[in-house]
């Protein structure tokens, strides 16, 4: 069985920049968002020279990026935003763990997004990473999805406050509806761990065990995956006391005060249902003893029954030849008549004692 598992990172010097990612047939594109309360103007397939005539410093700037196989592409953004190498590299390779980074001006922040595989009980993973710096936010994706859609849309149609907030209200935006896919997953599991349990309850079949054990990897798969984004959304509240990094406004730190609080509560439900698991394993193991204690004791009946026959049988067997019982006219149907009368007697016994 097949343990789901964070790959070991590739080591690599930073300037060598290399995209470690599945998705390299996927090409790389660039949309930007500017907006305020008042106005929006989006912008699609351009170049990262364009980008001087488009981004406005007194409004938000999203510019979000599809497909990391394009390193070269990536590297001009990077000069583009001065952003250091060590931080394309984090974003490049996919199999780094999630991390928040602070720089004088910016925020890096590097996160897995989780979401069930189709027709499959496996995890379908992949790494979305974000530099935050004075009013431009950028996301980084190894592949067009939909996990931001309803944002754009809000963005959009004004919906909410989005449009009212900066750059670090969007990032904040933007990591709930990722974690909103961790409680997808967590609850796809849950209806998975459930249907074991019920099975548990039908079937001692061993394939039984072979799942539960695949969904216990799953929750310690999803596990290992929020422990770094807890501890990363802790490590925000001693930004908010730096007085050099004045990337995020002061009112914004509440909001990733809750998504920490929503990465406690879905580590607690982890914990739950994998108690859950150990209880169907248990009850797998506890339903598996007391089959076998059900056939051992049927076929310790039927010895124990057989035991005064096969004495009788052993008795008359003997070859003696001055045995009164063999020259009866009768004694055949007597004897038979006997050992009946003994697994009547040895079965009704055994019904009162409850035995069986």
């Known amino acids: 069985m097949r343990k789901i598992k ?3 990172g590739r080591k690599m010097q930073p300037y060598n920049l290399e995209y470690t990612g599945i998705h390299k047939s996927k090409e ?4 930007l968002f500017v907006y305020d309360d008042l106005n929006l103007t989006e912008y699609d397939d351009f ?3 364009d980008l001087d005539k488009y981004i406005e410093e007194q409004k938000t700037n999203w510019i979000n990026i599809h497909g990391l196989n394009n390193v070269e592409w990536l590297k001009s953004i990077g000069d583009y935003f001065e952003i250091d190498n060590f931080m394309l590299a984090d974003i490049l390779n996919t199999t780094r763990r999630t991390k928040l980074e602070e720089s004088h001006d910016f925020l890096f922040f590097n996160i897995k997004s989780l979401l069930p595989a189709e027709h499959s009980d496996n995890i379908s993973v992949e790494q979305i990473s974000f530099l935050l710096k ?5 996301s980084f994706q190894e592949k067009r999805s939909d996990f931001f859609t309803h944002i754009r849309e809000r963005i959009r149609t004004h919906s909410g406050i989005v449009r009212t907030k900066k750059a670090d209200y969007l990032l904040y935006i933007l990591l709930d509806a990722i974690m909103e ?5 967590l609850e796809n599991e849950e209806d998975k761990i459930e249907e074991l349990i019920n099975l548990t309850k039908e079937s001692v079949d061993p394939i039984i065990l072979e799942k539960i054990e695949k969904h216990r990897d799953n929750l310690n798969f999803l596990k290992r995956s ?4 807890r501890d990363s959304l802790y490590d925000i509240k001693s930004i908010k006391d730096d007085n050099i990094f004045n990337v995020m406004e002061a009112d914004s730190f509440s909001f990733f005060a809750r998504l920490h609080q929503k990465s406690l509560e879905l580590l607690e439900q982890i914990e739950s249902d994998m108690g859950s698991l150990e209880s169907a394993s248990n009850f797998f193991f506890s339903a598996q ?3 076998m204690n059900e056939i051992m004791k049927t076929l310790t ?3 124990a029954i057989f035991i005064p026959l096969t004495f009788i049988v052993g008795v008359y067997g003997m070859n003696f030849e001055y045995m009164p019982e063999l020259k009866r006219h009768y004694g055949y149907h007597t004897v038979i008549g006997a050992m009946f009368l003994i697994v009547v007697g040895m079965i009704v016994y055994f019904k009162k004692r409850r035995w069986f």
């Open 6 to 8: 964070y790959k070991k």
């Open 181 to 185: 896919n961790f409680y997808i997953t």
């Open 289 to 291: 003893t007391h089959k």
């Open 301 to 303: 009946i039927v010895s």
């Open 134 to 138: 004075d009013g431009i936010l950028i």
């Open 226 to 229: 929020i422990i770094p984004l």
């Open 28 to 31: 790389s594109e660039m949309q």
């Open 47 to 49: 170049k990262v020279s």
